[in-house]
C-alpha cells in the first residue's frame, strides 16, 4: 500500500516569492493534516482537514498561509509572499476517519523548503 | 500551561548498552501519549500509544511505559539501526498534537 505522498521533495526559493506544497493522503483516509517541523523541533500543526473542510486553523498563518483539500483528497499548502522564517520541513499526515486521539497518523516525508 | 518536554536531548549509546529516553508532560485530563520514531530527512513513523497509567506496550527492543506525569522508552540492548530521534506527543484540546523536541539517539557499532 502507498504511504502518503509529498511533492517536491525539496524547494528553494526567493523571499517574497510563492510556493505551493503538494499531498497525497493514503486511500481510505479523510482526515488530513499540515505540519510544520524546524529544525531540532517537534511538529507543530498548521491545520486538520476532515474530508474538505478544515476543523483545526487555528495555527495557520492566515495572511500569508493558504490550503485546499478539493474533493476530500489531494490536499495544497501555499505560502505567497514567503519569508525567510518559513524555511523548515512542511509534513503532511492522515487517518482514518474519527477522534485524532485514536487513529495512528501516517506522515509522508515532507517537504524541505529553503527562503533566501 | 500545557508542556511536553523530552530527555535527553541528545543520547549516544555503544551497542548493546540499554537506556531510556523520558517524557513528562503537563496535559490535564491527559488522552494518550504518542511515541514516533523520526530518520532523517523522513516524516515521523508511529510507534506506540499509550492510554492510561500503568500501560506498557513493546515492539521488538523497544518498550514504553506510562505514569501521570510521563513516559519513559525503553531500549534494551539497541543496535545501530535504532539511532533515530524520537518524539513523543499528546493530544491538547480540539484534537491537536502537541510533539516534544524529541531525543536524537545514536547507537555506535
Known amino acids: 500500500e502507498a504511504g502518503v505522498v509529498q511533492s517536491p521533495r525539496y524547494k528553494i526559493i526567493e523571499k517574497k516569492q510563492p510556493v505551493a506544497f503538494w499531498c497525497n493522503p493514503i486511500?481510505?483516509?479523510?482526515?488530513l493534516y499540515w505540519y510544520r517541523q524546524n529544525l531540532g523541533q517537534g511538529p507543530e500543526l498548521l491545520i486538520r482537514y476532515e474530508n474538505e473542510e478544515a476543523v483545526d486553523d487555528s495555527q495557520l498563518p492566515k495572511d500569508r498561509f493558504s490550503a485546499e483539500r478539493l474533493k476530500g483528497v489531494d490536499s495544497t499548502l501555499k505560502i505567497q509572499p514567503a519569508e525567510l522564517g518559513d524555511s523548515a520541513v512542511y509534513l503532511c499526515?492522515?487517518?482514518?476517519?474519527?477522534?485524532?486521539?485514536?487513529?495512528?497518523?501516517?506522515f509522508g516525508p515532507g517537504t524541505r523548503l529553503t527562503v533566501l | 500551561e500545557d508542556q511536553v518536554t523530552q530527555s535527553p536531548e541528545a543520547l549516544r549509546l555503544q551497542e548493546g548498552e540499554s537506556s531510556s529516553l523520558n517524557c513528562s508532560y503537563t496535559?490535564?485530563?491527559?488522552?494518550?501519549l504518542f511515541w514516533y520514531r523520526q530518520d532523517p530527512g523522513k516524516g515521523p513513523e508511529f510507534l506506540f500509544t499509550l492510554y492510561s497509567a500503568g500501560e506498557e506496550k513493546e515492539k521488538e527492543r523497544l518498550k514504553a511505559t506510562l505514569t501521570k506525569k510521563e513516559s519513559f522508552l525503553h531500549i534494551t540492548a539497541p543496535k545501530p539501526e535504532d539511532s533515530a530521534t524520537y518524539l513523543c506527543a499528546v493530544p491538547k484540546t480540539g484534537n491537536q498534537f502537541y510533539f516534544g523536541t524529541g531525543t536524537s539517539l545514536t547507537v555506535i557499532p
Open positions: 486511500s481510505g483516509h479523510n482526515t
Open positions: 499526515a492522515s487517518s482514518l476517519d474519527g477522534v485524532p486521539v485514536y487513529n495512528e497518523q501516517f
Open positions: 496535559v490535564s485530563g491527559l488522552r494518550g
